[in-house]
C-alpha cells in the first residue's frame, strides 16, 4: 500500500521557518521523482519545487531562495525547509512521488499539510 504522510506544518510568524517531511512508502522510492506542490485556499495547485536527483531541484520563480528541497534515502523521506515565511505563503503543502513511463504519468499523493503564516 503506497503512503505518503506529511507532517511539519503550523502557525508561525511571518519570518519565520519550518521544516516539512514526507514519510513514504509502499512503492520503491528511489524509482519516482518527488515534487511538493501547495494549494492556497480557493485557488489551484502549484508548483513549489521537483527533485529529479538529489543534486538537481527545480524551484518556483516565488520561492526566492527561501526553501530547500531534500531527502533522506535510507529512510525515504523527503523534506521542505521553508525560511522567511511570508503571509503569502499560507497554504496546504502536499508531497507528489511520479513518474513517467509508456503508459502514462504515474502520481501518488499525501494528504497534505497546513502551513499557516500569521502574526
Known amino acids: 500500500q503506497v503512503q505518503l504522510v506529511e507532517s511539519g506544518g503550523g502557525l508561525v510568524e511571518p519570518g519565520g521557518s519550518l521544516r516539512l517531511r514526507c514519510a513514504t512508502s509502499g512503492f520503491t522510492f528511489n524509482d519516482y521523482a518527488m515534487s511538493w506542490y501547495r494549494r492556497v485556499s480557493g485557488e489551484g495547485r502549484e508548483l513549489v519545487a521537483t527533485m529529479l536527483s538529489a543534486s538537481h531541484v527545480n524551484y518556483a520563480d516565488f520561492v526566492k531562495g527561501r526553501f530547500i528541497m531534500s531527502k533522506d534515502n535510507t529512510k525515504n523521506i523527503i523534506y521542505l525547509q521553508l525560511n522567511d515565511l511570508g503571509p503569502e505563503d499560507t497554504a496546504v503543502y502536499y508531497c507528489?512521488?511520479?513518474?513517467?513511463?509508456?503508459?502514462?504519468?504515474?502520481?501518488?499523493w499525501g494528504q497534505g499539510t497546513q502551513v499557516t503564516v500569521s502574526s
Open positions: 507528489d512521488a511520479w513518474k513517467n513511463s509508456v503508459y502514462g504519468r504515474t502520481d501518488y
